[in-house]
Nanobody, 124 residues
Framework: QLQASGGGLVQTGGSLRLSCAAS????????MGWSRQAPGKEREIVVA????????YYADSVKGRFTISRDNAKNTMYLQMNSLKPEDTAVYYC???????????????????WGQGTQVTVSS
């Protein structure tokens, strides 16, 4: 089970930190990711992190602004979002999967476990 939290309303240029708490499995075995879905747009994976935390993926739209991390001892993944823009407004979902290649981390269909979304709204 994945439980996302930390969303909210922030002004352009502001920051938010999302958390995703996992339960019911061996967290350190799973590749984790954050996806987002904006109104009228398809859901996309924006960041992902390998099971051991060594490899990461960032969509071009968030590179240099977002940072993904995980604490396997706490069964929790984080997404630090800085320099937020109105186009970052979306519902953010955490996701998990096991045994995928690094190249597959960016693909939505790679993930089999999903948490509920948390709304992030960036005002201009």
């Amino acid at each position: 089970q994945l439980q996302a939290s930390g969303g909210g309303l922030v002004q352009t240029g502001g920051s938010l930190r999302l958390s995703c708490a996992a339960s019911g499995g061996t967290f350190s075995n799973y590749v984790m990711g954050w996806s987002r879905q904006a109104p009228g747009k398809e859901r996309e994976i924006v960041v992902a992190i390998s099971a051991g935390g060594v490899n990461t993926y960032y969509a071009d739209s968030v590179k240099g602004r977002f940072t993904i991390s995980r604490d396997n001892a706490k069964n929790t993944m984080y997404l630090q979002m800085n320099s937020l823009k109105p186009e970052d407004t979306a519902v953010y979902y955490c996701a998990a999967t096991s045994k995928i290649t690094i190249a597959a981390m960016a693909r939505l269909q790679s993930y089999g476990y999903w948490g509920q979304g948390t709304q992030v709204t960036v005002s201009s």
